[in-house]
């Protein structure tokens, strides 16, 4: 049995491109607080949209079926 955890972007759980669903499953919490995160960090420091990019480029995404 795998008990390992892995960082998927969403496939449900998405606006753009599930980076944030994914990481809110990841960390266990509301995707919409590291929505709001991705947001402010793109007004403040202009730095969350190529973060963001960057993000869907790395993370895979979820698998369609996860075997057991």
């Known amino acids: 049995m795998n008990m390992e ?3 998927y972007r969403s496939r449900t759980d998405k606006q753009i491109a599930g ?3 994914g990481l809110g499953r990841y960390f266990g919490i ?3 607080i590291i929505r709001l ?3 402010i960090a793109a ?3 202009g730095g ?3 973060a963001y990019v960057i993000a869907m ?3 895979p ?3 369609e079926y996860i075997e057991q």
Do not use: N, Q
């Open 57 to 59: 480029i790395v993370v």
């Open 5 to 7: 955890k892995r960082l």
């Open 37 to 39: 995160g991705w947001v």
């Open 48 to 50: 969350g949209i190529f």
């Open 30 to 32: 509301d995707p919409t």
């Open 61 to 63: 995404m979820e698998p």
């Open 43 to 45: 007004f403040c420091a």
């Open 19 to 21: 980076v944030c669903g």
